[in-house]
Nanobody
């Protein structure tokens, strides 16, 4: 049984930082790229950032460039999303997803983590 378990998030003030974690089990972690998506109230889910199996290939949404970073520890089956300089418009539920290497489809999803940016 594949599981992606997320942690982190919460309430943060504008300009602050937060780190999300996504830990996988039940799969061969190095066979999967991991991506983060988010969904704000009343909006569709959108892509944030993704990292390839080897941690080298990283894709960013435009709004994430310069503020968000992603890393992975294959020994711990975990991917980290570091978000800095947060803005109120970053408020959303964040989801991690796992896709098999060299495919665009995400097969597995985490449970979602709320990030609220507000003063």
């Amino acid at each position: 049984q594949v599981q992606l378990v997320q942690s982190g998030g919460g309430f943060v003030q504008p300009g602050g930082s937060v780190r999300l974690s996504c830990t996988a089990s039940g799969l061969t972690f190095s066979n999967y790229g991991i991506g983060w998506f988010r969904q704000a109230p009343g909006k569709e889910r959108e892509f944030v950032i993704a990292i390839g199996w080897n941690g080298v290939n990283i894709d960013y949404a435009e709004f994430a460039k310069g503020r968000f970073t992603i890393s992975r520890d294959n020994a711990e089956n975990t991917v980290y999303l570091q978000m800095n300089s947060l803005k109120p418009e970053d408020t959303a539920v964040y989801y991690c997803g796992a896709r098999p290497n060299y495919t665009p489809i995400y097969d597995y999803w985490g449970q979602g983590t709320q990030v609220t940016v507000s003063s």
